[in-house]
């Protein structure tokens, strides 16, 4: 069910044609039900979407820096998850390069914010050490 809901909660509220206010105000809502404590279960099933992943790495390259940002505050969630499956992993490791650069790039906004700073480092630091997992090595410890 969970994963109907994040399914039509992307085509109604994050597609392209979205209007700006719907979408800045959608990401902040998904960011704060994700990073709640209390929804810990359905941040996993989240985070362990590559679908899921792959909208938030484009919202990182959407024209509105707002957008960017509170794309990162989902994107972090993705990259720092112990349990990550294979297939997200892949994902970020064939893109790590583009990522790097793409954080790099929110150097000014970390500047004027502490935390952000240090979630923008964390990120990039778990992000530069990240492997491709490889078959030997299971996606979720049992």
């Given at each position: 069910?969970?994963?109907?809901f994040?399914?039509?909660?992307h085509?109604?509220?994050?597609?392209?044609?979205?209007?700006?206010v719907?979408?800045?105000?959608?990401?902040?809502?998904?960011?704060?039900?994700?990073l709640?404590?209390?929804?810990?279960?359905?941040?996993?099933?989240?985070?362990?979407?590559?679908?899921?992943?792959?909208?938030?790495?484009?919202?990182?390259?959407?024209?509105s820096?707002?957008?960017?940002?509170?794309?990162?505050?989902?994107?972090?969630?993705?990259?720092?998850?112990?349990?990550?499956?294979?297939?997200?992993n892949?994902?970020?490791?064939?893109?790590?390069?583009?990522?790097?650069?793409?954080?790099?790039?929110?150097?000014?906004?970390?500047?004027?914010?502490?935390?952000?700073s240090?979630?923008?480092?964390a990120?990039?630091?778990?992000?530069?050490?990240?492997?491709?997992?490889?078959?030997?090595?299971?996606?979720?410890?049992?």
């Amino acid at each position: 069910i969970a994963v109907e809901f994040f399914d039509d909660f992307h085509s109604r509220l994050l597609a392209p044609e979205t209007d700006y206010v719907v979408k800045r105000q959608a990401t902040k809502v998904l960011a704060d039900l994700l990073l709640d404590r209390s929804f810990g279960e359905v941040m996993v099933m989240y985070v362990s979407d590559d679908r899921f992943l792959q909208i938030h790495m484009k919202g990182l390259r959407d024209s509105s820096r707002t957008l960017q940002l509170g794309s990162f505050h989902i994107f972090k969630i993705f990259v720092a998850n112990p349990r990550m499956p294979r297939r997200v992993n892949s994902i970020l490791c064939k893109n790590k390069a583009g990522l790097l650069k793409l954080l790099n790039s929110f150097s000014a906004e970390a500047a004027k914010d502490d935390h952000f700073s240090q979630d923008l480092s964390a990120v990039s630091q778990l992000l530069s050490n990240m492997e491709p997992m490889t078959a030997r090595r299971p996606s979720i410890p049992a």
